[in-house]
């Protein structure tokens, strides 16, 4: 009989007479139910996102693909240009470096051997000295302060000063035709710096810096270490460790220098009634 009392007393499930009465004091949904409803429109947000980004890339990878390939296209045709202008420009300088050979060839007359190998229009091998110049050991490679006064490099980087006294005094030694890492000397190239970078004739060079030199082997080592800008080049050996080693060498090639200048010196016409002045040329045609 409890029982039954008790049944018909609280026919109204307590958990559901809960749930109506929150209802019906604040109209809401369950907390919980909340959040897994809140977390369910949230992953469904996501997944449109995410469909929607793929269904934009799928559309535009095509496009994307045709710009990559026009732009490598249009990069190889620009490299296959340069190249192009780079051999035509090669096969104009060698023309006229042969067309300067051959007219100092024609001006040098009888001694036109002897000039063109003075002149360094053609190669030269024969006995000589090698001679090799190299920064010192673990050397910053982005170089140091300048020069102290007494001339002598502040680093252990080889300078276009230093190199510049290595040829004077190869040259001042004895020496009949100079290379620098197979660049050919004239009596107008030109040692220079750039920044870091030491130019021969505008071409940068970089270290270690071969010197071959054509002459007679023993003497010619002999003199330019004896000379002043040999012990030049010990000092730079000893105090800031710049490494350099001489041999003679029983044969060493040269090649021609890659451009030359021609100058041809014209007569002048003298003023008419006048004979010819100081500085007019009569006759002669030389070439330097």
């Known amino acids: 009989m409890s029982l039954l009392t008790n049944v018909m007393e609280h026919s109204l499930d307590d958990g559901y007479a809960e749930a109506s009465a929150r209802r019906a004091e604040g109209g809401g949904l369950p907390r919980t139910l909340r959040a897994k409803l809140g977390l369910a429109a949230g992953l469904v947000l996501a997944a449109a996102v995410v469909t929607l980004g793929a269904a934009e890339a799928q559309i535009s990878a095509p496009v994307l693909a045709k710009e990559r390939e026009e732009l490598i296209d249009r990069v190889q045709a620009q490299t296959q240009s340069a190249d192009a202008l780079e051999q035509d420009v090669e096969a104009l300088r060698k023309d006229v470096e042969e067309r300067q050979r051959k007219a100092l060839n024609t001006e040098g007359g009888d001694q036109s051997a002897t000039v ?157 009634g006048q004979g010819p002045g100081p500085g007019t040329a009569e006759t002669e045609k030389g070439t330097s």
């Open 116 to 272: 063109s190998l003075l002149a360094g229009a053609t190669d030269v091998q024969g006995p000589g000295v090698k001679l090799v110049v190299d920064d010192a050991k673990d050397t910053d490679q982005g170089g140091g302060g300048p020069r102290e006064s007494s001339g002598f490099s502040d680093t252990g980087r080889v300078r276009d000063r230093d190199m510049q006294r290595v040829v004077n005094g190869l040259w001042e030694s004895g020496a009949e035709a100079i290379a620098i890492n197979g660049q050919r000397l004239t009596a107008l190239s030109a040692i220079r710096a750039a920044g870091d970078a030491i130019l021969v004739d505008n071409r940068p060079l970089v270290p270690p810096y071969t010197v071959l030199a054509v002459g007679d082997g023993s003497k010619l080592r002999s003199a330019f270490q004896e000379s002043a800008d040999g012990q030049y080049l010990q000092i730079l050996k000893e105090d800031f460790g710049i490494r350099t080693s001489i041999s003679d060498e029983e044969t060493v090639r040269l090649p021609a220098a890659p451009s030359l200048i021609v100058r041809t010196a014209e007569p002048k016409t003298a003023d008419v």
